[in-house]
């Protein structure tokens, strides 16, 4: 039977006693059968999520465990989730329903499901009833009780469907997990964790908590480790990153202004980027500190979601068009070569179509270099999901037409570069092409060209000589 539990306190020491514990159980068993047990971990939606998953990963390799990549090798799978839209739960609910027959497989096999879907309780209580053989699930603020849920269902050989503390989700900073990086080059940083935005759309307060943010000294210091050992791009992660430090006794006497300029005096040949930044957060400060510094690339992305200030307000954003266009507008004057990218969500609750209008007039007047846009998605538990709705066909007549118009202002910014030479973080092998290797500028605009493998992690000039909406293609220098 399911053990619902809501999870005490767990600090440093008592942490690192339970990895030790599982620690010397996989010893035992490597001793015993010649090999470790494995671990294997699936991850669903943002980048902190992979930033999260990564610290899973260190911790369960930490605790013995044989990181894997296939699920069937697998003596631990854990699910990381996502909540952001009803499409990504249902990707991952089917995905724990396919572990079910290797788990008939392999009664031994442990399945933990985290991340934001199972911080919300509906979506407990059916992992509870409908996927029994899911031993455990911990939400996103308490991945740091990872050791001990783990060990306790190792030990007693039980199920733990686990329910966050109020102080895991609006105090609690968890420092000193291990990390396993999936790049040796390019690197996450969370800086806070939680929203207090509370926008009427969005799950995110309600499966991540309050904000929390970590002190300066801590993010500097995993910074400079990160440069040291090699990293070349390291994005700073937040709900929304300018809101760190401004909780009391959270982060100290400073903004995130103020981290982004420490960052910048370490040394290397590295870059600094950010995200996700909330419009009425965005400060001109920021933007001083982006122009004169050595490492910040001149990226930004700033959501807008709508054109339209009646949608924006029912959104609860708190900005208007014409506050966003003047952080636009000094943000292009101070750093005419950034690249502006943004999130438009389309079929808001009650958005009519002059107001959808509105946010194409918006697309033309800014000409962002790239969009995020989505089909609003129902979130149950939050304000919009219970308004009248815009109809699907609707919504999706909408995103064509919003699509067709920013495809043609990418491919109109993308085609100012031919013939410019750009620096490029080279990845590796293209998808398609061995022979084709791609990467990305400081703008993070993804370039392909003729590469070879010493390139990999390096940084590379390569002269634009085509383009297209979403993709340069040029050769090395």
């Excluded at 030990?155 to 989700?169: G, L, N, P, V, Y």
């Excluded at 969370?190 to 993010?219: A, H, Q």
């Excluded at 699509?403 to 109109?412: C, T």
Aim: net charge negative; aromatic share 10%.
């Amino acid at each position: 039977m399911a053990k619902l539990q809501v999870l005490p306190p767990l600090d440093t020491e008592a942490r690192l006693a339970y990895m030790e514990r599982v620690r010397v159980w996989n010893d035992g068993y490597a001793t015993e059968h010649g090999r470790r047990r494995a671990v294997y971990v699936e991850t669903f939606g943002c980048q902190q999520n992979e930033a999260d998953s990564e610290k899973i990963a260190g911790m369960a390799q930490a605790m013995g465990y044989e990181v894997v990549s296939a699920p069937e090798s697998a003596d631990l799978i854990m699910v990381n989730t996502c909540a952001i839209r009803e499409h990504a739960e249902k990707r991952a609910l089917s995905i724990i329903g396919q572990y079910k027959h290797i788990r008939a497989k392999n009664s031994e096999l442990i399945i933990g499901v985290c991340g934001c879907m199972v911080s919300q309780e509906h979506r407990r209580e059916e992992l509870k009833h409908r996927y029994p053989y899911v031993t455990f699930t911990l939400g996103t603020s308490s991945l740091h009780h990872f050791p001990r849920v783990l060990w306790d269902a190792i030990e007693q050989k039980r199920r733990f469907i686990t329910a966050e503390s109020e102080e895991d989700m609006t105090v609690t900073v968890a420092e000193g997990a291990p990390v396993r990086r999936e790049s040796s080059y390019r690197a996450w940083v969370s800086v806070m964790y939680g929203c207090n935005n509370f926008c009427s759309y969005c799950i995110v307060p309600y499966v991540r908590g309050r904000e929390r943010s970590r002190r300066m000294e801590d993010i500097v210091r995993e910074v400079r480790e990160l440069v040291e050992a090699g990293y070349r791009d390291i994005t700073l992660l937040g709900q929304n990153v300018n809101s760190y430090g401004k909780v009391k006794g959270s982060a100290g006497e400073y903004d995130f202004a103020d981290l982004v300029a420490e960052l910048d005096k370490i040394p290397g040949d590295w870059w600094l980027r950010f995200m996700t930044s909330h419009p009425k957060d965005a400060s001109r400060k920021l933007i001083d500190v982006m122009a004169n510094a050595t490492h910040v690339v001149h990226q930004f992305h700033l959501p807008m979601q709508s054109g339209n200030d009646r949608v924006l307000k029912a959104m609860n954003r708190h900005y208007d068009m014409a506050k966003y266009r003047d952080t636009v507008a000094y943000m292009r004057e101070k750093m005419p070569d950034v690249v502006l990218t943004s999130d438009i969500i389309v079929g808001f609750p009650g958005e009519s179509e002059e107001e959808f209008a509105d946010t194409l007039r918006a697309l033309e007047d800014i000409r962002f270099d790239m969009l995020y846009s989505f089909i609003y998605s129902p979130r149950k538990g939050t304000p919009a999901a219970e308004w009248e709705q815009v109809p699907d066909a609707t919504k999706s007549e909408r995103f064509a037409r919003l699509l067709d118009v920013q495809n043609r202002i990418a491919a109109e910014r993308n085609a100012a570069a031919v013939g410019q030479t750009v620096r490029v973080l080279c990845d590796g092998e293209s998808k398609g092409d061995a022979a084709v290797y791609s990467g990305r500028t400081a703008g993070n605009k993804i370039v392909f060209f003729a590469g070879e493998p010493s390139m990999v992690g390096r940084f590379v000039d390569v002269t634009v000589e085509r383009t297209e909406p979403f993709a340069l293609w040029g050769r090395v220098v």
